[in-house]
C-alpha cells in the first residue's frame, strides 16, 4: 500500500510540475517584453485565431503592467477573443469587468457593441433561425437582452460608428421577438385556446406593429372572437385588418393554421 501512495504521490507532483512549467513558459519567455511588445504579440495571436495564447498573454500583460490604456484595452480584446472562442459566458464576464472598472472609458460604446453581438449570437443559431423562419426555438430572453445592449450603445452613444450596425440588429431582433409571439399564438390557436391566442395576437398588433406578423396577428384575432362569439370585436378586427391591408388573403377566407407558409413573409 505504501509503494502505491508513494507512485501516487509521485504522479501528483510530477503533474504539478508539468503545468506549472506550461504556466511559467510564456512568463518566462515574456518576461523582459515591454508592454508595447507584449500587446503587439497579443494582437498577433488574436488576429492568427489563437484566441486561447492570446488571451493569455493579455492576463500577463494586465498583471505586469495593470494601469495604463494596454491594460485596459487588453480587456476589452480579452471579451472579443472569447466571444470569437465560443466562450460567451467568458465573454460577457470579460465585459462586465470592463464596464464595472472603467465607466466612463472613450471605448465603452464598442464594450456595449460587444455585448450586444456576444448576445445575438450571430454566427451560429440566429442566422438559422432567421433562414429557416422557426422562431420558436430561439430565446426570446436572449433577444431582448441583445436589444437592450444595442438599445443602451443607440441612445448613449448615437454618434459612434457601431450606431448603425446596432441599429439594424435591433429591428431585426424585434422582429424576431414579433415571431416568437407568433410562434406561441399558432400554438394556442391550434389547440383551441382562443382566448389565449387572441391576447398573443393582440400583443403582436401592439407591440410590434413594424414587423411581418400584424397581418396574419389580426386575421388570427378575427377568428378567435369568431370562436368566443365574440362579434362585435370581430368585426373590429376586420376593420382595422381591411384598413391596413387591403389585398390580405385573409379578407377571402378566415385564418387557417396550414395556409401561411413561413416564406410567405420572407421580403
Avoid at 87 to 112: G, T, W
Avoid at 113 to 142: C, I, M, T
Avoid at 186 to 192: A, I, L, V, W
Avoid at 203 to 223: C, D, F, H, P, S
Wanted: aromatic share 12%.
Amino acid at each position: 500500500m505504501k509503494k502505491i501512495l508513494l507512485v501516487v504521490s509521485l504522479g501528483l507532483a510530477l503533474s504539478a510540475c508539468a503545468n506549472k512549467g506550461t504556466i511559467d513558459k510564456d512568463a518566462q519567455i515574456t518576461q523582459d517584453w515591454s508592454v508595447e511588445k507584449l500587446y503587439a504579440e497579443a494582437q498577433d495571436e488574436l488576429n492568427s485565431n489563437n484566441y486561447t495564447r492570446a488571451v493569455k498573454l493579455y492576463e500577463i500583460l494586465e498583471s505586469r503592467f495593470p494601469n495604463g490604456r494596454y491594460a485596459q484595452q487588453s480587456q476589452l480584446d480579452t471579451a472579443y477573443a472569447y466571444y470569437k472562442d465560443d466562450e460567451p459566458e467568458k465573454a460577457l464576464a470579460a465585459i462586465a469587468r470592463f464596464q464595472r472598472h472603467h465607466p466612463q472609458h472613450p471605448n465603452m460604446d464598442y464594450a456595449l457593441y460587444l455585448k450586444g453581438l456576444v448576445l445575438f449570437n450571430e454566427d451560429h443559431s440566429f442566422l438559422n433561425k432567421l433562414a429557416s423562419q422557426d422562431w420558436s426555438d430561439r430565446d426570446p430572453k436572449a433577444n431582448r437582452d441583445a436589444y437592450q445592449a444595442f438599445a443602451e450603445l443607440v441612445q448613449r452613444y448615437p454618434n459612434s460608428k457601431y450606431a448603425a450596425d446596432a441599429t439594424e440588429r435591433m429591428a431585426k431582433l424585434v422582429d424576431a421577438l414579433g415571431g416568437n409571439e407568433m410562434s406561441v399564438a399558432r400554438y394556442y390557436m391550434k389547440r383551441g385556446a382562443y382566448v389565449a391566442a387572441a391576447n398573443r395576437a393582440q400583443k403582436i398588433v401592439g407591440r410590434y406593429q413594424n414587423t411581418r406578423y400584424v397581418e396574419e396577428a389580426l386575421a388570427m384575432m378575427e377568428l378567435a372572437y369568431k370562436k368566443l362569439d365574440k362579434p362585435q370585436l370581430a368585426a373590429d378586427t376586420r376593420r382595422v385588418l381591411e384598413t391596413n391591408f387591403p389585398q390580405s388573403p385573409f379578407l377571402q377566407h378566415e385564418w387557417r393554421s396550414d395556409d401561411m407558409p413561413w416564406w410567405r413573409y420572407w421580403r
